[in-house]
Nanobody, 127 residues
Framework: VQLQAYGGGLVQAGGFLRLSCAAS????????VGWFRQAPGKEREFVAV????????NLADSVKGRFTISRDNAKKTVDLQMNNLNPEDTAVYYC?????????????????????WGQGTQVTVSS
């Protein structure tokens, strides 16, 4: 499956963006889909994940209460709604997919758990 992340951009602190992850060569409903981000000079970090089959979602502690991950069956995407953005959210955001699943309660998942990656979309939050 090939993934494409889109929806990034420049936004002021306190603003919002909605990222989407679309797939070709497969259907996202059969995959667990995660969002990761990587800021300059930092390691790629987990943001959110939604597992296939049961709708279990997990969020990193740093984004709980601000970000939401969901599946849009009409658009066939997995979306990351990001509200109340702050400059620390500035990063390249990647979507990733795996056939594995995660139970609830995971607030940090390794990028190594995912097999397929999109190209990333830049999110810049100005202060």
């Amino acid at each position: 499956v090939q993934l494409q992340a889109y929806g990034g951009g420049l936004v002021q602190a306190g603003g919002f963006l909605r990222l989407s992850c679309a797939a070709s060569g497969g259907t996202l409903n059969l995959y667990t889909v995660g969002w990761f981000r990587q800021a300059p000079g930092k390691e790629r970090e987990f943001v959110a994940v939604t597992s296939w089959g049961g709708g279990v979602t997990n969020l990193a502690d740093s984004v709980k209460g601000r970000f939401t991950i969901s599946r849009d069956n009409a658009k066939k995407t997995v979306d990351l709604q990001m509200n109340n953005l702050n400059p620390e959210d500035t990063a390249v955001y990647y979507c990733a997919a795996t056939r594995g699943r995660f139970s609830s309660g995971h607030n940090s998942i390794s990028p190594n758990a995912f097999d397929y990656w999109g190209q990333g979309t830049q999110v810049t939050v100005s202060s």
